[in-house]
Every structure is written in structure tokens, then in C-alpha cells.
């Protein structure tokens, strides 16, 4: 067990909370994780229940991995839809999971093989290749790149499959988000340090009070809640025992090369969680560890049929608001994960949680993030007057937040470059090739 405890945290790595508290603190970030980790699969055409088992599998072999060191939670992928889905339309629904199996724990295989790489050169490259003048604007586009999606949420309502301006939609964001502001700031104790969670219990039921108002169904709790099964065992499919293998070429060859792109995410969430917690979790427990942990992660979740997974910033955002960082809650909530699986009435209560609700909690989440980032620059004392850094992070910037994708291959399942990692691709190159000073300087 390491010596060094960070005095910020209210419950530091491995801080033990009481059994109530970590009840509580472990269903805040099933919450959180929960909207996005059941979209994807509902959006490709995989079980749910199976994407939230896989999770939480993943979660805990992370954990595992990393030996309990780095609170990451690992949640399903969007870096694959495209791939997912054009593989589910060429193959159809049961070769098409098949052959994403494959290109998942290919994926996954491609992480452990660069971790293997990263063991035998060792790390001490990163300090000079991500800087603070690149890591900072980097994790404030982490933050800033989900902000449209946060809006969005908070403000359009689907009516006859168009999105619509809805008022009402916007109401229930801002008591959702002046809930967790309030509970933030102006509680104590235990009350403090579930924000977010109460958050979103007050913005349920003001969408419910308000859905009946206005006559409105914001909250399907019948469809999703009353009608559904109390057990309901996920769509588990397993090669070899559940079906006869066979291979799908196009599988891997267009799925493995996504996870370069989900390596650079995973950079950024270690970033982040550096900056969180005080600590270097590139050296310990190493960066050839936190590959290998998403890495194994990915191939467990390909391998029982759940999709591609990848660290959440959702969970980072609660761990920067609420100051709790104990591995032991993000462990708490990959338990709830794998249990709530089977539990069909549970997860639909969470799945009906209106978007307006996850909108307004996103805009604390993916905000203090950005402000992580922000907080590195500030800490370093980069000197902006120097034209070298003004230029390095004036693009990561609008690269990152305005989302300038690098595309190239077929029409019809390109190979894509986010955001996010062309960002970080570019700051990492303009510091590499740009003089200290300008010659005019």
C-alpha cells in the first residue's frame, strides 16, 4: 500500500467507505455511467443487459490490473458505433454480434500488444511528449467536446423522430443542475458527497410532476419500468459454447485499428486522473498496466458479447465533484453493474431517466473536466505571451471542441480519427517540431 495520501481528497484511493456511504457513493456512478454504457448497444442492436454486464466485468478486471490503484470505470465505446453498425447491416443481427466480438477482442488485443511495448521502452518519454501546455488544453477538450451533447439533452425534446425546442425540457435541466449545485455547496456529511445522485432524483421527479402537467410523457416508467420482467438474464454468447466459430476478416480489420483512436482517450482520462488525485499513474502502476487493464477489459466484453469498452469521463466528473476517488467505489459500482444485469425492472428505472435530467448532471460532469484542464495551466504558469504555447493550444482547442474528424477509406465505413485524438495528435507534433521561441520574439 502506498504512503503518499492526498489531503484534497474527502476519501482518497484506497480510503474504505462505511457501508452505507459506499452504497450510496457506488450508485452515484451506476447512475452516471448508465445513460451512455445502454445507448450504445440500443443504437448498434446488442443487449443492454449484456453492454452493463460487460462493464462491469470489464470495470473489475481493470481494477484488477491496474492493482487497485486507478479509479477508472469502463463503460461502452462510442468510437465503434459506426464499425458496429455497418457490420450488424452488411452480416444482420446474429453474424453481425458475432463478427463485433471478433473485432472487439482484437481490439482489445491491440492494446495489450502496444502495452507490452510501452513495458519494454518504459514511460519516461511521456513527460516529454504530453508537457502541461499540451496535457491542460487536451483535458479541457475532454470536458468542452461533450458540452453540445450536454445542451442538446437539456433542451430538445423528440417528436415524430425530429428533435424539437422544448421549454419544459429545459426547465427540468436547470433544477437538475441547481440540485447539484445546491448539495454541493450548501450541504455537509454524507449529503455532500452525492450531488449528483440526488441531483437526478429531484430532476426525476420534476420531470414526472411537470410530464403530468403538461400532459407530456417525459418519464415512460409504464413501458419501461412497470412492463418489464423482474429477472431477465442479458444475451450472453460466448464462441465455442454458444455457437460454432467462425471468422470475420472485415471485423477485425476494420474494428483493431479504432483502438489507436481509444488510446488516445485513455491518455487523457489518465491525465485527468493524475491531475485529480495527486498522482503519476503513468509510473504507478504504469502506463504498460492501464493499457493492458482497457485492453483486457475490451476482450472480455467482446468475448461474452457485450460491445468495445473504454474509460467514462462521466465517472471522472463525478469523482472531481464530489472529491472521492476510492477504488472502492468504483469497484461498488461494476458489482451493481453485473448485478443490476438480471434485474429487469432496475435497469429500466434507470433507463427511463429523461435526457433533460442526464443533460443538466452532464453540465457539472463534462464542466469540471474542462476545468481540470484549465487548473493544470494554471498550476504550471504557462506564459501565453510565448507564441510557441499560444499557437499549441489555440489549435488543440478548436480542433477538440469543434470536433475536426480525420476520415479517409470506403464511403460507407470509413475509418475515423475523433476529435479528441486529432487533437491530441497535433498538439503532440506542433510541440514536438515548434521552436521555443518565435524569430520575431
Do not use: C
Amino acid at each position: 500500500m502506498e504512503n503518499f495520501r492526498n489531503n484534497e481528497a474527502i476519501l482518497d484511493i484506497h480510503d474504505k467507505p462505511s457501508p452505507l456511504a459506499w452504497f450510496g457513493l457506488s450508485l452515484q456512478h451506476l447512475f452516471a455511467m448508465f445513460g451512455a454504457t445502454v445507448l450504445v448497444p440500443i443504437l448498434v442492436g446488442i443487449d443492454p443487459g449484456i453492454a452493463l454486464m460487460s462493464s462491469g466485468l470489464g470495470t473489475l478486471a481493470h481494477l484488477t490490473v491496474t492493482k487497485y490503484k486507478l479509479p477508472a470505470y469502463m463503460g461502452s465505446s462510442f468510437a465503434y458505433i459506426g464499425a458496429m453498425q455497418s457490420l450488424m447491416n452488411t452480416l444482420g443481427e446474429k453474424e453481425g454480434l458475432h463478427a463485433i466480438q471478433q473485432g472487439a477482442v482484437t481490439g482489445g488485443l491491440v492494446y495489450l500488444i502496444v502495452a507490452l511495448v510501452v513495458k519494454s521502452v518504459g514511460s519516461a518519454w511521456i513527460d516529454k511528449v504530453l508537457p502541461p501546455i499540451v496535457v491542460g488544453p487536451i483535458v479541457m477538450v475532454i470536458g468542452l467536446s461533450l458540452a453540445g451533447t450536454a445542451v442538446s439533452d437539456s433542451m430538445y425534446q423528440m417528436v415524430d423522430g425530429k428533435q424539437v425546442y422544448s421549454l419544459t425540457f429545459l426547465t427540468i435541466a436547470m433544477i437538475t443542475v441547481l440540485s447539484v449545485i445546491f448539495f454541493n455547496m450548501f450541504t455537509k456529511g454524507f449529503i455532500s458527497l452525492i450531488p449528483i445522485l440526488l441531483g437526478i432524483i429531484i430532476g426525476y421527479v420534476s420531470a414526472v410532476v411537470l410530464g403530468s402537467v403538461t400532459g407530456v410523457e417525459i418519464v415512460p416508467f409504464q413501458t419501461m419500468v412497470v412492463d418489464a420482467p423482474l429477472f431477465q438474464a442479458p444475451n450472453i454468447e460466448i464462441p465455442f459454447v454458444n455457437y460454432d466459430f467462425k471468422l470475420y476478416p472485415a471485423a477485425i480489420l476494420t474494428m483493431a485499428p479504432i483502438a489507436f483512436v481509444t488510446m488516445t482517450e485513455h491518455f487523457g482520462h489518465v491525465m485527468v486522473l493524475n491531475e485529480l488525485t495527486k498522482r503519476d499513474f503513468f509510473k504507478d502502476p504504469g502506463l504498460d498496466r492501464t493499457l493492458t487493464g482497457d485492453g483486457l477489459a475490451q476482450v472480455i466484453a467482446g468475448f461474452v458479447g457485450g460491445p468495445p469498452v473504454t474509460s467514462y469521463g462521466e465517472n471522472i466528473g463525478v469523482m472531481a465533484i464530489t472529491r472521492v476517488h476510492s477504488v472502492f467505489v468504483i469497484a461498488g459500482a461494476a458489482g451493481f453493474a453485473v448485478v443490476l444485469s438480471f434485474v429487469g425492472k432496475v435497469s429500466g428505472l434507470i433507463r427511463s431517466i429523461p435526457t433533460p435530467v442526464i443533460g443538466g448532471v452532464s453540465f457539472v460532469l463534462f464542466g469540471v473536466i474542462a476545468a481540470a484542464g484549465l487548473k493544470i495551466i494554471v498550476q504550471n504558469k504557462i506564459d501565453f505571451d510565448k507564441k510557441r504555447n499560444l499557437l499549441i493550444a489555440s489549435v488543440i482547442l478548436v480542433v477538440g471542441i469543434g470536433n475536426l474528424i480525420l476520415q479517409f477509406g470506403p464511403t460507407e465505413n470509413p475509418f475515423q480519427v475523433t476529435g479528441v485524438a486529432f487533437a491530441t495528435v497535433l498538439g503532440i507534433i506542433l510541440n514536438a517540431i515548434l521552436p521555443e521561441k518565435a524569430r520575431n520574439e
